[in-house]
């Protein structure tokens, strides 16, 4: 008698189980798409400008559940170590989501260019998860009606005096030519319409050398360093504000004894900014309705 009673329980427990696991799967798969925000990552402080825009998400898009995922894998590797905590790849990400039921995913890049993390890293990964359906919210700098509102969202940042002052928008830099491109043509736009504002890379085009020549050129007194970067992480706080010699900051200081201001906050911040990366996110929900 006992024993039959015991096996009762378990079998009730099972299908109950069993019921439950199938009621979690219909409520994934019937509820809204799920956002993932897309980065390349930092192992800094400054990986609070990710929790400043997700709450930008939150507010414009309620009801969602949001994920993370980051692009570089030294990054990731980085965080693992020092702090012990996992940071996932898109990949992993979007499989955790399918066994989750989850069956469609807006992933939001919030790289600057569609470059090689772009193509390689979210592009390629998004279509290998069978059963999912994926749509992509394209970077910063994918189009002339971006290019112009990113314009517009960074000359709020801009000093007044533009005589005396240069601007060098300091950028991470794209090996691809489509990231590259978007790049050079936001310079050209930046050329068109402000004197001595300047745009530079890290690595790519338009070369740091190039920025410094403009400045030196432009006959200034002072030179505001401004990140043209989703976060500004290392490469703000070794190469462009760094006390290494080859930093933008001593490369300068070495022309001439500018009165120098660096700014550290990075794109994440500019609400103009903030605004373009959710209007994008917008239109890859729109297309999982």
Do not use: C
């Amino acid at each position: 008698m006992f024993k039959r009673m015991r096996f009762g329980m378990v079998f009730l427990a099972l299908v109950f189980a069993l019921l439950s696991a199938s009621w979690t799967l219909n409520a994934a798969d019937t509820a809204k798409p799920v956002i993932v925000l897309t980065a390349f990552g930092t192992s800094t402080a400054a990986f609070d400008t990710y929790q400043h825009f997700e709450e930008q998400v939150k507010q414009r898009f309620p009801g969602h559940e949001i994920r993370w995922a980051f692009t570089s894998r030294k990054v990731r590797g980085k965080v693992a170590q020092e702090k012990g905590q996992r940071l996932n790849d898109l990949p992993t990400t979007l499989q955790e989501l399918k066994a989750a039921g989850h069956t469609r995913v807006a992933v939001q890049s919030l790289h600057i260019v569609p470059g090689e993390e772009w193509e390689k890293k979210i592009v390629a990964e998004t279509g290998k998860v069978p059963g999912l359906q994926v749509a992509l919210g394209k970077p910063l700098l994918s189009g002339k009606e971006d290019q112009e509102r990113t314009l517009q969202a960074v000359a709020k940042s801009l000093p007044k005096d533009l005589k005396n002052t240069a601007v060098v928008l300091v950028a991470h830099g794209s090996p691809i030519p489509q990231g590259e491109g978007a790049y050079l043509a936001f310079e050209k736009l930046l050329r068109s319409r402000y004197r001595n504002v300047f745009l530079g890379t890290v690595s790519g085009k338009p070369t740091r050398q190039e920025a410094m020549e403009a400045v030196k050129k432009s006959g200034v007194s002072s030179v505001v360093l401004i990140p043209f970067m989703f976060v500004a992480g290392e490469h703000v706080a070794k190469d462009m504000l760094g006390d290494d010699p080859e930093s933008w900051k001593s490369e300068l200081m070495k022309q001439k004894a500018y009165h120098l201001e660096g700014i550290t906050r990075g794109l994440g911040y500019q609400e103009g900014i903030v605004r373009i990366y959710l209007d994008h996110l917008a239109a890859a929900l729109k297309t999982l309705q």
